[in-house]
């Protein structure tokens, strides 16, 4: 994959994820920024902190960065691996913003 496809299949990516949290009942504040997703999950109380979900070009992955941990991740044949064998980023993201922001989000499939 050339650097300019990862880069468009990424700007989709990231652009999926900003559209499922506005189309969700959740109160996230998020932006999207030269390949730097950012989902505030503050509260109020301090607790929520943000998700940070970027790309990382020379690698060729996506990598996450939650309360928990951070985490990298590499298109695989059919989603985004967890490059550690861990889970796919859609279902460690949902848990992720289950954690930090206290919501269910329906993520769409991602494209891979």
Known sequence: MTESEFIALTDRVLNLIGEALDNSDADLDWQLNDGILEIDCEDGSGAGGKIILNRHVPNRELWLATRGGGYHYRLGPAQWENT??????RTELTRALAAQGGVAIALPALPA
């Open 84 to 89: 550690r064998g861990g889970g796919d980023l």
